[in-house]
T-cell receptor, first 111, second 113 residues
Framework: QKEVEQDPGPLSVPEGAIVSLNCTYS??????FMWYRQYSRKGPELLMY????GNKEDGRFTAQVDKSSKYISLFIRDSQPSDSATYLC???????????FGQGTRLTINP | DTAVSQTPKYLVTQMGNDKSIKCEQN?????MYWYKQDSKKFLKIMFS???????INETVPNRFSPKSPDKAHLNLHINSLELGDSAVYFC????????????FGSGTRLTVV
């Protein structure tokens, strides 16, 4: 079993829809949680980050962490075609330097 | 200016060959990494160097050998290439004091034929 599980999709939604992306994990030592966005033929770019449990909002994006359920989510409101990319969750233990990624979900927003 | 740059971007080579991928970062970060992304987009760490010292060495065949001449450079040499080595290899860097600050290069797409 992988440390971090993420539905690879693909996920296709119409423009303007609310998108929900999720990851589950098994390692309770993970403390820092991130979402990366990866466009085709590019490297991953940091989109959102949170520490421990809670919510964080940045514009159209909201990241949620529920450590009791070992579950993290990324919500995208008013989705745009430019949001079409692969979204990867990532997490890391306190004091560690090894970022562990989920498989990535390929998202397409249709105009 | 590209923060983390990798060369080459594309590499097509025959089985059994030896090849190298180079990485440079101009962010002043003290830690650099090699990640491998397979055809299913799964990104997995291979190696990590902190100030030229190897700190993470995942279960990677010893045909893969990283080298860090200084903290701004991390190269990856692969001996006796196999078909299964075909993947995209990403270099990344970070500052040890800020876990969120990983910056990735654009990747090197390696195809072994």
């Amino acid at each position: 079993q992988k440390e971090v599980e993420q539905d690879p999709g693909p996920l296709s939604v119409p423009e303007g829809a609310i998108v929900s992306l999720n990851c589950t994990y098994s390692n309770s030592a993970f403390q820092y949680f991130m979402w990366y966005r990866q466009y085709s033929r590019k490297g991953p770019e940091l989109l959102m980050y949170t520490y421990s449990s809670g919510n964080k909002e940045d514009g159209r994006f909201t990241a949620q962490v529920d450590k009791s359920s070992k579950y993290i989510s990324l919500f995208i409101r008013d989705s745009q075609p430019s949001d079409s990319a692969t979204y990867l969750c990532a997490m890391i233990e306190q004091g560690a330097q090894k970022l562990v990624f989920g498989q990535g979900t390929r998202l397409t927003i249709n105009p | 200016d590209t923060a983390v740059s990798q060369t080459p971007k594309y590499l097509v080579t025959q089985m059994g060959n030896d090849k190298s991928i180079k990485c440079e970062q101009n962010l002043g970060h003290d830690t650099m990494y090699w990640y491998k992304q397979d055809s299913k987009k799964f990104l997995k760490i291979m190696f990590s160097y902190n100030n030229k010292e190897l700190i993470i060495n995942e279960t990677v065949p010893n045909r893969f050998s990283p080298k860090s001449p200084d903290k701004a450079h991390l190269n990856l040499h692969i001996n006796s290439l196999e078909l299964g080595d075909s993947a995209v290899y990403f270099c990344a860097s970070s500052q040890a004091t800020w876990v969120y600050g990983y910056t990735f290069g654009s990747g090197t797409r390696l195809t072994v034929v």
